[in-house]
C-alpha cells in the first residue's frame, strides 16, 4: 500500500486511490466542478490541481493515482495559483449573471469564486454565447453558463444507461446537447439539475421560484413508488416547491427518480380541502362534525362483516393500523391493502420483501426477472441492476414482454408457460440460476396481479429454493413492489381475516349487495364505476378515481403533510416527515379515524401520534425499527395450483401517471405529451444502449 | 466544418445505405479493431460514408454508421462535429480548403484566397450557384514549403499566386482536373532557383561506404554520456 505525505499528513491508501480522494480521508477539501464520485473520472475542469513535489506541474488529483512516496501540497503557493488561473479560464466565457440565475446561493462556481476568483475580469473580448436547447419539460437549459465538466453526459450514459447527451464541436465551439434536439428520455433525467455544478441546467418546473435559503428543508421519504427514496422537501410558505435527492448508500445512493422529483406540482391540484357529503347524486361541502358524525352513524348501523376496506397505494402505516383498529373493533375482516389484486401473501414476510436489498443488488451475479419492469416500476432499482451489470459478469433474463431496461436482458419467456417450465427444471436458466453464485429472482406485480398469481408466487418460491438462491447468507428471492404503502400494509396484516373478502371480493360485495360500506384509504386505481348501493367512504387527498365514486368524502393529508411510517420493497421502515399542513380543513389521518372511532363511541386507545406509534409497536414491533432491515424467517407461502401460460403485463403502462399525485401533476401530463410519441414500454431497437 | 444550424437550408436526405463496395470496406476496417471495440472504426467509416454522399455527411448516414458500429448516434455526432474535415452541410464539387495561416500567409495566400472570391464570385464558407465550388479558409495544411497551398478535396496545389490560382480554377470549371502538386513545375520542395547542393550523384565509393552509424560515432556519444 503506497504511502503519501498529504499537506505534511502521512496515510497509507490502498494502491489505485487517487490523490483526491486520499485528500478526502484526511478531510481535505479540494475544489473540484468535473470530479463526481458516482461518475466516472473526465478529469477536464483542472480545478482540483495540486502540487506534487518531484512533478514540474501541478497535477489533476481527481484523476491522478497516489504513488509511493507522494508528497502532496494542497494548499502551496503553487497549487492555489494554478487554480486562481484555471478559476479564471472558466469565466472567461462564464456569464456574471448571478443574480438572474436559479443556480444562485447553491452554485459550486460560486462558491469556489469566492475562494479562489479575482475582483475583477482582465478579459476583455467578447464572450462566447450558446445557444438554448430544448431537453423537454424537466430541465431548462442556459448553456452559455456551461463550464463543459460533462458531468450531465457521464450520468446520462453510465448512470441511467441514456446516452443522448454528447459534446458536439471542438474547443470554443464545443457545445453539451442532444446535437438533435429531443428530449431527454430517462426517467432519471433530473438528476443532472443536481450534478450540474453550475446553472447550466435547472429545474423547469422550478424555475425562478425561490432561492435556496428561503426554503424550509424537511427530511423524508419517497412514495410515488415503493423503493423509498430519501428525499428533502423545499417549502417555502405553505407550499411545497420542490424535492431533492436525500444520500442513502442502501436505498437511493444521491439518485430519484424523475416522478419522486417533480410529481410535487400535483399535491396542490385537485386537492380534497373540506369534507364532502354526496346529495341527490352531488357531491356538496359539508363541515368536520356532520361528515364524522355521518360515517359514525353509517358504521354503527351495520354488522360488521357488511363492512368491507381498501388502504391505497400512498397510505402511511399509521393510518392503516388506526383503520383496522377501528374496523377490527367493529367485527369488519374484509380488508385488503393489495388494491390491484396482487395475491401476496401476508403470512411469511420474507415471501413479499425485496430480500436481496437493493444495495445487495450489487453483489448478485444472475438475475431474472419475472413480469416486471424495473426501469417504470422502480427506477432506482432498475439504476442499481445497470451498475451492477456494467461492472461485468451480470446475466439477466427477463420473463414477460420484451423490455428496454438501458441495457441487455435475455428475453427467456413471456408468461406462465416459463415459469411452469423452471419449476419443472427444463428452462435453461434453471441450470444458470443453479450454478450462479449469487443468483437472485425477482418477482414483479405483473405476475402477482392476476387470477393465478398465488400459484405463481408458490412457483417462484419454489425456484428459488430448487435453484439454490435461498442460503443461509443468500437470499435471492425478491419481491419488487409499486406501491410504497403495500409492504407497510401486509405487515400490518391489512388484509381479509378469518371469513373476509379480498379486493375483488369486496367489490363483488358492493355490487350483490352484501358488503354495506366500502372505506377507501386513498385508495384510488380501482374500477368504482358500480360499487352498487354500497355507501363509499373515501379519504384520502386528491379528487381522483376514488372521490368521484364516494358518497362521503373526508379530506386527509398527502405524504408531504403529515409524519408517516412507510415500508419500501425492501421490507426497510422509514419515516416521511411533514413538511407543509394539509391545505384547507384535511387532517393527517390517523386524526380522522380517531375523530370517527370517538363518535362511534369506541374511541381507539390513543390520542396522539407518539401514543398510536406506540401502540403499533407493540402489536407490529418491526414497524418501530426505522432504517433496519430485521432478518424474516423463510416459510411457506403461495398455493399449489396450475399455473395460465397467458403473457405477463406490466403494472406500470405509463410512467408519469401512476397515482392521484403524479396524475393531479401539470409537469407530468406535460412529460406524458412528450413522450407520448415514444411510448417508455415499446420495446426500442438498435442504439439506445 | 461547424454547426449545421449556420448557412443557407439545406435537405438532410431521409436515409442512406452503403453501396456493397464501400460495406466491404467498412468489414474490413471494422477487422482491423478487437471483436467489442467495432467502435475504434468510426472515423474510416465516416470518411467512406463522406465520400459516397458527395463530401459531406448527411445526419443519416451517421445514424447508419452508428448502428453499424452499435454506438449511440450522439457519440458519432461528438467525433463527426469535433473533425473539422467532416463537412455536415452540402459542399460543392471542389472543396477548396485555402490555407491563410501564417507561413502561407507570408507567402502570399491573400493572393491565392482573393482570386478565389473574385473568380467564383463567393465568400469563404460559401458555394457556387452551380455547385461546383466552396471555398473555405483552413488552418496549416502542412505543405508550408510549398507555400501558399489551396488543397482541391483531396489535393495539394502549391506554390500558387492569383494568376496560378485562376488557371486552376478555370482548369476545374472546364471539367479538366490540372495535375497536383506545384504550379511552378518543381519537383517536390526543391528550390526555386534550381540546385544548389548535391547536384552531381555522389561519390561511388562514399556512398557504398556510408552507413547509418559512422565508426567513432557510437564511443563518442558514450563519452557525452559519462560527462
Given at each position: 500500500m ?10 497509507e491508501v490502498p494502491?489505485g486511490?487517487?490523490i ?6 484526511l478531510?481535505?477539501e479540494?475544489?473540484?466542478f ?5 461518475l ?14 518531484k ?10 493515482p497516489?504513488a509511493?512516496?507522494n508528497?502532496?501540497l494542497?494548499?502551496s ?6 487554480r486562481?488561473?484555471v ?9 456574471l ?11 459550486d462556481l460560486q ?34 453558463r456551461c463550464i463543459?465538466?460533462?458531468r450531465?453526459?457521464?450520468?446520462l ?5 441514456v446516452p443522448e447527451?454528447g459534446?458536439?464541436g ?8 442532444t446535437?438533435?434536439e429531443?428530449a431527454?428520455s ?8 443536481d450534478?450540474?455544478?453550475?446553472g447550466a441546467?435547472?429545474s423547469?418546473?422550478?424555475a425562478f ?15 410515488l413508488?415503493?423503493?423509498g427514496?430519501?428525499?428533502?422537501v ?7 416547491l ?7 448508500e ?5 439518485w430519484i427518480s424523475?416522478?419522486s ?19 341527490n347524486g352531488r ?5 368536520w362534525?356532520?361528515a ?6 353509517r358504521?354503527k348501523?351495520v ?5 368491507a ?5 400512498l397510505c402511511?402505516?399509521e393510518s ?9 373493533g367493529l367485527?369488519a375482516?374484509s ?14 414476510r420474507?415471501?413479499?420483501v425485496f430480500n ?7 453483489n448478485?451475479?444472475a438475475?431474472?426477472?419475472i413480469g ?5 416500476e ?13 461492472r461485468?459478469?451480470f ?15 435475455e428475453q427467456?419467456g413471456e408468461g406462465g408457460?416459463?415459469?411452469?417450465a423452471?419449476?419443472?427444471?427444463d ?6 440460476l443453479?450454478a450462479a ?7 414483479g406485480?405483473?405476475a402477482?396481479a ?20 435461498i442460503?443461509?447468507?443468500w437470499?435471492g428471492?425478491?419481491?419488487l413492489?409499486r406501491a410504497a ?7 400490518l396484516?391489512?388484509v381479509?381475516?378469518p371469513g ?9 360485495g358492493c355490487r350483490?349487495?352484501?358488503t ?6 386513498g ?6 364505476t ?6 363509499v367512504?373515501?379519504?384520502g387527498?386528491?379528487?381522483d ?5 364516494a358518497?362521503?368524502v373526508l379530506?386527509?393529508?398527502?405524504y408531504t403533510?403529515?409524519?408517516g ?9 422509514q ?27 369506541r374511541?381507539l386507545?390513543?390520542?396522539?401520534l ?15 425499527e426505522t432504517d ?11 398455493e399449489?395450483?396450475?399455473i395460465?401460460?397467458?403473457?405477463f403485463a406490466?403494472?406500470v ?5 401512476t397515482?392521484?399525485i403524479s ?12 413522450f ?6 415499446a420495446?426500442?431497437t438498435?442504439?439506445?444502449? | 466544418?461547424?454547426?449545421p444550424?449556420?448557412?443557407p ?7 442512406f445505405?452503403?453501396?456493397a ?15 467489442g471495440?467495432?467502435?475504434s472504426a468510426?472515423l474510416?467509416?465516416?470518411d467512406?460514408?463522406?465520400?459516397q454522399?458527395?463530401?459531406?455527411l448527411p445526419?443519416?448516414a451517421m ?6 458500429l ?10 463527426s ?10 459542399v ?10 501564417t ?10 484566397v482573393?482570386a ?5 464570385g ?5 458555394t457556387t450557384?452551380?455547385?461546383l465550388?466552396?471555398?473555405?479558409e483552413v ?6 514549403v ?19 490560382t ?7 470549371k472546364?471539367g ?12 517536390g520542395?526543391?528550390p ?8 552531381e ?15 567513432g560515432?557510437?564511443?563518442q556519444?558514450e563519452?557525452?554520456d559519462a560527462?
Open positions: 503506497p504511502k503519501v505525505t498529504i499537506d505534511g499528513q502521512e496515510l494502491a486511490t487517487t483526491f480522494q486520499a485528500c478526502q480521508q478531510g481535505i479540494i475544489p473540484h468535473c470530479y463526481h464520485e458516482r466516472l473520472i473526465a478529469g477536464n475542469c483542472r480545478m482540483c490541481l495540486v502540487e506534487v513535489e512533478s514540474p506541474k501541478p497535477v489533476a488529483s481527481c484523476a491522478m497516489v509511493d512516496g508528497v502532496i494542497t494548499q503557493e503553487k497549487a492555489k495559483k494554478a486562481h488561473g478559476m479564471e479560464m472558466l469565466l472567461i466565457n462564464h456569464p449573471d448571478c443574480p438572474i440565475c436559479d443556480q444562485g446561493g447553491e452554485c462558491d469556489e469564486a469566492m475562494a479562489y476568483g479575482f475582483d475583477r475580469s482582465r478579459y476583455r473580448e467578447n464572450k462566447r454565447a450558446v445557444p438554448e436547447k430544448d431537453f423537454g419539460p424537466l430541465v431548462a437549459t442556459h448553456m452559455t463543459h465538466c460533462t450531465c453526459i457521464r450520468f450514459a453510465d448512470v441511467a444507461g447527451l459534446g458536439t471542438r474547443g470554443e465551439d464545443m457545445e453539451i446537447g446535437y438533435i429531443r431527454l430517462s426517467e432519471l433525467s433530473g438528476n443532472i439539475i450534478l450540474c455544478p453550475v441546467l435547472t423547469k418546473p422550478y421560484v425561490a432561492r435556496p435559503w428561503e426554503l424550509r428543508k424537511t427530511e423524508s421519504v419517497d412514495v413508488d415503493a423503493v427514496s430519501n428525499i428533502r423545499d417549502a417555502r410558505d405553505g407550499r411545497i420542490r424535492v431533492l435527492p436525500r444520500l442513502n442502501a436505498v437511493n445512493e444521491e424523475d416522478k422529483r417533480f410529481a410535487i406540482d400535483g399535491l396542490v391540484r385537485k386537492r380534497l380541502d373540506r369534507p364532502y357529503i354526496r346529495r357531491l356538496v361541502e359539508t363541515d362534525r356532520s364524522i358524525e355521518l360515517a359514525a352513524e358504521l348501523a354488522p360488521g362483516e357488511r363492512i376496506a381498501i388502504a391505497g397505494d402511511d402505516a392503516m393500523f388506526a383503520l383496522k383498529l377501528l374496523l377490527g367485527g375482516a380488508l385488503d391493502c393489495r388494491q390491484d389484486g396482487a395475491r401476496l401473501d401476508a403470512r411469511c420474507p415471501g413479499y436481496t436489498t437493493i444495495a445487495g443488488i450489487e448478485a451475479d438475475c431474472l426477472l416486471t419492469d424495473p426501469r417504470h422502480a427506477a432506482i432499482v432498475n439504476a442499481r441492476l445497470r451498475k451492477r451489470y456494467l461485468g459478469g446475466r439477466v433474463a427477463a420473463i414477460g414482454p420484451a423490455l428496454d431496461l438501458t441495457f441487455p436482458v427467456v408457460e416459463a415459469v411452469s423452471l419449476v419443472r427444471g428452462h435453461e436458466w434453471a441450470s444458470v443453479e453464485k449469487a443468483p437472485m429472482l425477482v418477482l406485480q405483473g402477482l392476476r387470477p393465478d398469481g398465488a400459484q405463481i408466487l408458490w412457483a417462484a418460491r419454489a425456484i428459488a429454493e430448487t435453484c439454490g438462491l442460503r443461509p447468507e437470499n428471492f425478491n419481491v413492489h404503502a403495500r409492504v407497510g400494509g401486509l405487515d396484516g391489512f381479509p381475516g373476509g373478502r379480498d379486493v375483488a371480493g369486496i367489490l363483488a350483490s349487495g352484501e354495506e360500506i366500502l372505506y377507501l384509504l385508495a384510488d386505481e380501482l374500477d368504482l358500480d360499487t352498487g348501493s354500497a355507501f367512504i373515501y379519504q387527498h386528491h379528487g378515481r376514488g372521490a368521484a365514486h358518497d362521503l379530506p386527509g393529508a398527502a403533510e403529515k409524519d411510517t412507510y415500508v419500501n420493497t425492501e421490507g426497510r421502515v419515516l416521511a416527515r411533514r413538511a407543509v399542513f394539509p391545505p384547507g380543513e384535511a387532517r393527517e389521518d390517523w386524526a380522522i379515524l380517531r375523530a370517527i372511532s370517538a363518535a362511534l363511541g374511541a386507545p390513543f390520542d396522539t407518539p401514543e398510536l406509534r406506540r401502540h403499533m409497536a407493540v402489536s407490529h414491533p418491526g414497524l418501530a433496519e432491515l430485521l432478518p424474516g424467517v423463510w416459510g411457506g407461502f403461495g399449489v395450483g396450475t395460465a401460460p397467458a403473457a406490466y403494472p403502462t405509463d410512467f408519469y401517471a397515482d392521484a396524475r393531479a401533476s401539470p409537469t407530468m401530463a406535460e412529460c406524458r405529451e412528450t407520448a410519441r415514444e411510448p417508455a414500454t420495446p426500442r438498435g442504439t439506445h444502449g | 466544418m461547424s454547426e444550424v449556420s448557412g437550408p439545406f435537405e438532410q436526405p431521409a436515409d445505405e452503403f453501396t463496395e464501400n460495406l466491404e470496406r467498412a468489414k474490413a476496417h471494422i477487422a482491423k479493431y478487437p471483436p471495440r467495432q467502435a468510426v474510416p467509416l465516416l467512406l460514408a463522406q465520400r454522399s458527395g463530401g459531406w445526419r443519416a445514424d447508419r454508421v452508428a448502428a453499424i452499435d454506438m449511440a448516434p450522439i457519440r458519432v455526432y461528438e467525433v462535429t469535433f473533425y473539422t474535415m467532416f463537412n455536415l452541410r452540402p460543392g464539387r471542389y472543396l477548396l480548403q485555402a490555407c491563410t495561416t507561413p502561407c500567409w507570408l507567402r502570399g495566400s491573400e493572393a491565392v482573393a478565389c472570391k473574385r473568380k467564383l463567393i465568400g469563404i464558407g460559401e450557384a452551380d455547385g465550388f466552396t471555398l473555405i488552418e496549416c495544411l502542412g505543405g508550408c510549398n507555400a501558399p497551398i489551396l488543397q482541391v478535396n483531396d489535393d495539394f496545389y502549391e506554390d500558387l499566386d492569383g494568376a496560378a485562376e488557371r486552376l480554377l478555370d482548369a476545374l472546364s479538366t482536373v490540372p495535375p497536383k502538386g506545384s504550379a511552378t513545375g518543381r519537383g520542395s526543391a526555386f532557383k534550381g540546385k544548389t547542393a548535391l547536384t550523384p555522389p561519390d561511388a565509393a562514399v556512398a557504398a561506404g556510408w552507413t547509418r552509424n559512422p565508426p560515432a557510437e564511443k556519444g563519452k557525452e560527462g
